[in-house]
């Protein structure tokens, strides 16, 4: 019988009852689970709603659905922590497999490290890979110095990289930033609400954003050992290049500025260098040819957005978190 935990699972979904079903299926397989796991669904129909009220084998955990107010993951974050009841909170994807004991490992790992505000899983397929000579000399120009690996870094104007994942390493790693595919933070250490209405539909950067905040008074580490699969689901936002490529430049300029307080002309430059090389890299494929002219007008969009004003909102600041709601 799992063990169960003083934790809130968070899963915001829209459409996507089949991933769903197979991450509540792998959680139920779990050595230690959630209390309680609160799903915030923005979905068409009653599929996903009929999928949370349904019995699943080995879950012990409570499920607790609601109709999302808001479309938009984190703004369906937000929403689900008010429901939360639990210390501590799990960011999960609704599209994520969690391997053998995954939750067991993060727990451990936060309880014996006092100062660790927050712990992500291994995502076993998308991992950090030694830089080319070209990636290398960007990462330098955009850091001010070499480093050996920059796994788990976030480096000049936001760039955020994936933690390293070898045999030689420790099963707890020390990053920068940290994904919400699976991640354990103390519920105390979250700003209030932990995600800034700066981010709408597909909130890119919310994850980092919420994690450099947090990690200017706590550690942050990656649990090498705590693993998952992601199994990335196609969706509407990924078909619209112009839109996307507007985000993460508008995303990673609030990042930069508002978070990392990066703001010198220096810092503006190394972010037009990281777009320049963006737009540069899509070109190795006849697809990124295909889709140039969508990603400069988005670009366009992007620096018109940030020359208006927005993507300037004020950054999240850390405040007490209101007393738990027991039940």
Same mark, same amino acid.
Request: glycine share 8%; hydrophobic share 40%; proline share 7%.
């Given at each position: 019988?799992?063990? #169960?935990?003083?934790? @809130?699972?968070?899963?915001?979904?829209?459409?996507?009852?089949?991933?769903? /079903? $197979?991450?509540?299926? @792998?959680?139920?397989?779990?050595?230690?689970?959630?209390?309680?796991?609160?799903? %915030?669904?923005?979905?068409?129909? +009653?599929?996903?709603?009929?999928?949370?009220? /349904? /019995?699943?084998?080995?879950?012990?955990?409570?499920?607790?659905?609601?109709?999302?107010? &808001?479309?938009?993951?984190?703004?369906?974050?937000?929403?689900?922590?008010?429901?939360?009841?639990?210390?501590?909170?799990?960011?999960?994807?609704?599209?994520?497999?969690?391997?053998?004991?995954?939750?067991?490992?993060?727990?451990?790992?936060?309880?014996?490290?006092?100062?660790?505000?927050?712990?992500?899983?291994?995502?076993?397929?998308? $991992?950090?890979?030694?830089?080319? $000579?070209?990636?290398?000399?960007?990462? $330098? %120009? #955009?850091?001010?110095? @070499?480093? +050996?690996?920059?796994?788990?870094?976030?480096?000049?104007?936001?760039?955020?990289?994936?933690?390293?994942?070898?045999?030689?390493?420790?099963?707890? %790693?020390?990053?920068?930033? !940290?994904?919400?595919?699976?991640?354990?933070?103390?519920?105390?250490?979250?700003?209030?609400?932990?995600?800034?209405?700066?981010?709408?539909?597909?909130?890119?950067?919310?994850?980092?954003?919420?994690?450099?905040?947090?990690?200017?008074?706590?550690?942050? +580490?990656?649990?090498?050992?705590?693993?998952?699969?992601?199994?990335?689901?196609?969706?509407?936002?990924?078909?619209? %290049?112009?839109?996307? &490529? =507007?985000?993460?430049?508008?995303?990673?300029?609030?990042?930069?500025?508002?978070?990392?307080?990066?703001?010198?002309?220096?810092?503006?430059? =190394?972010?037009?260098?990281?777009? !320049?090389?963006?737009?540069?890299?899509?070109?190795?494929?006849? &697809?990124?040819?295909? /889709?140039?002219?969508?990603? !400069?007008?988005? =670009?366009?969009?992007?620096?018109?957005?940030?020359?208006?004003?927005?993507?300037?909102?004020?950054?999240?600041?850390?405040?007490?978190?209101?007393?738990?709601?027991?039940?």
């Amino acid at each position: 019988m799992a063990t #169960l935990l003083p934790i @809130s699972a968070i899963v915001p979904t829209r459409d996507r009852p089949q991933p769903l /079903s $197979r991450m509540l299926h @792998s959680l139920a397989a779990q050595s230690a689970q959630p209390a309680e796991l609160v799903v %915030v669904d923005a979905s068409t129909d +009653a599929q996903t709603q009929q999928l949370c009220q /349904s /019995s699943i084998p080995g879950l012990a955990t409570q499920i607790c659905y609601e109709r999302a107010i &808001a479309v938009g993951a984190a703004r369906q974050r937000n929403q689900a922590i008010m429901a939360a009841t639990q210390p501590y909170i799990l960011f999960c994807d609704d599209d994520i497999w969690f391997e053998p004991d995954c939750i067991r490992l993060l727990w451990d790992a936060l309880q014996h490290d006092p100062a660790l505000g927050g712990i992500n899983a291994m995502i076993t397929n998308q $991992r950090y890979l030694p830089p080319g $000579r070209i990636s290398r000399l960007l990462f $330098r %120009v #955009l850091h001010g110095q @070499s480093e +050996a690996s920059y796994a788990g870094r976030c480096i000049g104007p936001g760039l955020n990289l994936l933690p390293e994942d070898r045999p030689d390493l420790p099963e707890v %790693v020390p990053v920068d930033w !940290l994904n919400l595919g699976c991640t354990l933070y103390r519920r105390d250490v979250l700003p209030h609400p932990p995600f800034s209405i700066h981010f709408t539909g597909y909130s890119l950067f919310e994850d980092l954003t919420l994690s450099l905040t947090v990690g200017k008074r706590w550690q942050l +580490a990656n649990g090498r050992t705590a693993r998952i699969f992601h199994d990335s689901q196609p969706g509407e936002h990924k078909n619209h %290049v112009g839109a996307v &490529a =507007k985000m993460e430049l508008v995303n990673r300029h609030y990042v930069m500025t508002q978070v990392l307080q990066r703001r010198h002309w220096q810092d503006y430059g =190394k972010l037009a260098l990281l777009q !320049l090389f963006g737009i540069a890299a899509s070109l190795v494929s006849a &697809a990124g040819w295909r /889709s140039l002219p969508a990603l !400069l007008w988005g =670009k366009l969009q992007g620096m018109g957005a940030i020359a208006c004003g927005h993507g300037t909102a004020m950054p999240l600041q850390h405040v007490s978190h209101p007393p738990l709601k027991l039940g």
